[in-house]
């Protein structure tokens, strides 16, 4: 019996719960206002920073990586793209086996980010996008011109080849 087949029966031939998917809230930081954050974002002082190291990450992955390999692992926040690491994130993950996407608002990311983060393993992207009218976005959002940002963000992964899913709170 291979590891694989341990970890989903066990030793004694029962079946064991084992996660499909793992969303990791990277960050409190934010550069969006949005009036239905369950974590309150955007409204965080930007001097704390309760956040997992690189290493830290890197060895829950590995934790992850060696009970249920192939794993999902939505990076997500906050905002992820406002760490520094987070290329560095998703290679790792990638590395160990694991399916790393990205939850993110958008504003951050260019077609160069966009290729980076697929260079390093990425798998695809879920971006928010609210409403069809800019302006009702962007006061949703709490920031004027998200909506424009957004949308480049989405062609920015089209044009590399990153899946896109569209992520959409309903209000009315």
Request: with cysteine; charged share 20%; net charge negative.
């Amino acid at each position: 019996m291979t590891q694989k087949q341990r970890l989903r029966t066990g030793y004694s031939g029962e079946t064991k719960f084992l996660p499909y998917l793992i969303a990791v809230n990277l960050t409190r930081r934010c550069n969006l206002k949005c009036e239905h954050c369950y974590l309150d974002a955007g409204a965080k002082d930007e001097s704390i920073t309760e956040e997992l190291s690189t290493s830290e990450l890197c060895n829950l992955f590995s934790e992850i990586a060696e009970k249920a390999e192939g794993t999902l692992i939505v990076l997500t926040g906050g905002e992820p793209l406002l760490r520094h690491d987070i290329g560095e994130l998703v290679s790792e993950g990638n590395s160990l086996g694991l399916r790393m996407v990205l939850g993110t608002n958008g504003l951050g990311l260019s077609v160069t980010i966009a290729k980076e983060l697929k260079a390093s393993g990425l798998q695809g992207v879920g971006i928010s996008l609210d409403n069809l009218y800019p302006e009702a976005h962007d006061k949703f959002r709490g920031v004027p011109g998200a909506w424009e940002k957004t949308l480049a963000a989405i062609r920015a992964c089209r044009a590399c080849g990153l899946h896109v899913q569209l992520h959409t709170t309903v209000t009315h």
